[in-house]
């Protein structure tokens, strides 16, 4: 046991506990919902590290950004294409760098 995380042994827990979060429509609501806490965890973080230029902002920006590059990469090496994961991923750093620009521009954050 070496100690090191590989990519084989994070496609268990991704099929068992993330991905029918995307297939069942009856967990959707779930699903918008830990979504859009993540845009506004992800937002917050990203104004941190961009206007306040603040350590811990930037720490955890950059975690955010390694973990979604991890998820990503593994669901390309599995199915050869973006797929749900990727797509939602992309969407919650869309949409959390619009909020965090929009809190900036407007003064409510």
Same mark, same amino acid.
Do not use: N
């Given at each position: 046991?070496?100690?090191?995380?590989?990519?084989?042994?994070?496609?268990?827990?991704?099929?068992?506990?993330?991905?029918?979060?995307?297939?069942?429509?009856?967990?959707?609501?779930?699903?918008?919902?830990?979504?859009? !806490?993540?845009?506004?965890?992800?937002?917050? !973080?990203?104004?941190?590290?961009?206007?306040?230029?603040?350590?811990?902002?930037?720490?955890?920006?950059?975690?955010?950004?390694?973990?979604?590059?991890?998820?990503?990469?593994?669901?390309?090496?599995?199915?050869?294409?973006?797929?749900?994961?990727?797509?939602?991923?992309?969407?919650?750093?869309?949409? !959390?760098?619009?909020?965090?620009?929009?809190?900036?521009?407007?003064?409510?954050?």
């Amino acid at each position: 046991m070496s100690g090191e995380s590989s990519l084989d042994d994070e496609p268990d827990a991704i099929e068992r506990w993330v991905l029918p979060y995307f297939r069942d429509s009856s967990l959707w609501p779930v699903l918008l919902v830990v979504l859009g !806490a993540l845009i506004g965890f992800v937002g917050i !973080a990203v104004l941190f590290a961009v206007r306040d230029h603040k350590p811990l902002g930037i720490v955890s920006t950059g975690l955010l950004i390694i973990a979604s590059l991890r998820a990503i990469r593994w669901e390309w090496r599995l199915h050869g294409r973006a797929g749900p994961i990727s797509v939602a991923l992309g969407l919650v750093w869309f949409l !959390a760098s619009a909020a965090a620009w929009f809190g900036a521009r407007s003064g409510l954050l």
